[in-house]
């Protein structure tokens, strides 16, 4: 069953197939077969999607809700991933992993490498950090020289350029206009490149119109795994919520600002930064809240990012 688990690099995939061995142990038992089916099926995109409802499910459970597994809607036949209940609120979850397909654009490995830096080294940011990059960068980039490029742009506000051979990156420094008050890493941005905004925006549209079918008038929650696909961390899933009119005349105020029209139906969007094998502990989870609907209380608190490692338990279980 952890095939696809031993193949992966990470060192902590015992602490992995640890964690996993847990919460099949507390997952009911009425649908664990099914579970146990999926992840046992040769086919990576369907073990993934499964082990993010797993994801989803201990997040929950670790909540102290009541979680019924694929609740039936008898009026209108249909089903949703997780139905919810915590301190008499009522809620629904419905999970969907996003662009699991890789491309060369995403086989940029010492970009990504790069922007790791960026995150590791500097946390409890003052400013959000924009990055925009074009081409490909062929060699790996000094950890000494990009963390001085960094603290200036912090000190100073003045955008910073790294360029090597037919590669460039673009550093900015902004405010931080949000209800956080931690700046973040976006990006990088990819001039020119493929955009992954509409994959993210096909998966959100797809799940909204599959609810709207359902009528039901709970709050509904999209949570969804961005993985493998061109994203660029925190910028794709702003364009893919939000409308024109507010992306061009300034970035979107989350929690105040409501969602583009085909989302109208959604309460609030979970947006897993790629929680895949070997990222469990530092992949990033944030909640976009529609101000047209409710959100439940016991959620509240990811309107400010997590880390998915501590969401889950991961971090609390040794190698």
């Known amino acids: 069953m952890y095939k696809f ?11 992995i197939e640890n964690w996993l061995n847990l919460w099949l142990g507390k997952y009911p038992n009425n649908h664990l077969g099914e579970l146990n089916r999926y992840l046992h099926l040769n086919d990576f995109s369907q073990f993934v999607s499964e082990y993010f409802e797993l994801q989803i499910f201990s997040i929950l459970n670790r909540l102290d809700c009541e979680v019924e597994i694929h609740p ?4 209108t036949q249909k089903s ?15 999970a969907t992993v996003c662009g699991l397909g890789k491309s060369e654009f995403r086989e940029n490995k010492n970009e990504e490498d790069l922007v790791e830096k960026i995150k590791g080294n500097f946390t409890n940011l003052q400013y959000h950090i924009w990055l925009k990059s074009d081409g490909l960068l062929k060699e790996t980039f000094s950890k000494k020289r990009l963390i001085a490029k960094t603290q200036v742009l912090l000190d100073t506000g003045e955008p910073q350029t790294i360029q090597i051979g037919n590669w ?3 550093m900015t420094r902004e405010l931080i206009h949000s209800g956080s008050n931690v700046g973040r890493v976006w990006g990088p941005m990819k001039a020119g490149y493929f955009d992954g905004i ?3 925006q096909n998966a959100l549209r797809k799940k909204s119109k599959d609810w709207k079918k359902k009528r039901i008038n709970n709050p509904f929650i999209i949570a969804i795994n961005a993985c493998d696909i061109e994203y660029s961390s925190n910028y794709d899933e702003i ?7 507010i992306l061009i005349n300034r970035n979107p105020i989350v929690g105040k600002d409501a969602f583009d029209s085909f989302l109208s139906c959604v309460a609030g969007i979970l947006v897993f930064n790629n929680a895949t094998f070997g990222r469990e502990e530092t992949a990033t989870v944030r909640l976009f809240k529609n101000p047209h609907h409710t959100i439940p209380k016991c959620l509240a608190f990811l309107e400010q990012e997590h880390k998915l490692g501590d969401l889950i338990g991961l971090n609390e279980i040794k190698d």
Do not use: C, Q, T, W
């Open 72 to 75: 039936p809607f008898l009026a």
């Open 168 to 170: 460039k990156m673009i």
């Open 239 to 245: 364009n893919a919520i939000y409308p024109d009119e």
């Open 80 to 94: 949703v991933d997780f139905g919810v209940r915590n301190n008499g609120e009522k809620f629904y979850v419905e």
């Open 198 to 200: 509409k994959l993210f």
């Open 5 to 15: 688990l031993h193949n992966n690099e990470s060192p902590h995939k015992f602490k």
